[in-house]
Nanobody, 124 residues
Framework: QVQLVESGGGLVQAGGSLRLSCALS????????MGWFRQAPGKEREFVAA????????DYLDSVKGRFTISRDNAKNRVYLQMNSLNAEDTAVYYC?????????????????WGQGTQVTVSS
């Protein structure tokens, strides 16, 4: 059974940083495009960032460009989301997702494996 498990969420003050981590088990990690999505209360789930299977290409939500960095370590079966200069609008549950495709999708329908989510709360 393929599983994704996120970690690294928590409470941080505005302007601070957090690093989310997501581990995949039960399959070959390098076969998947990996993405991060988030969902705030009362809002739709939105794309945050994604990275290709080799890590050579990334894409980001406009509002996080320059603040967030997605990376992966195929040897460790992990994908990371480094989040800097956090603000209250970044407060949400963050989900890691995997897609068995060769290209990045910004749509949640493009991902078929999901983690349980990790809460990120930014206090102002």
């Amino acid at each position: 059974q393929v599983q994704l498990v996120e970690s690294g969420g928590g409470l941080v003050q505005a302007g601070g940083s957090l690093r989310l981590s997501c581990a995949l088990s039960g399959s070959t990690f390098s076969n998947y495009v990996m993405g991060w999505f988030r969902q705030a209360p009362g809002k739709e789930r939105e794309f945050v960032a994604a990275i290709t299977r080799s890590g050579s290409s990334t894409d980001y939500l406009d509002s996080v460009k320059g603040r967030f960095t997605i990376s992966r370590d195929n040897a460790k079966n992990r994908v990371y989301l480094q989040m800097n200069s956090l603000n209250a609008e970044d407060t949400a549950v963050y989900y890691c997702a995997a897609a068995g495709s060769s290209y990045i999708s910004k749509y949640y329908q493009g991902y078929h494996i999901w983690g349980q989510g990790t809460q990120v709360t930014v206090s102002s």
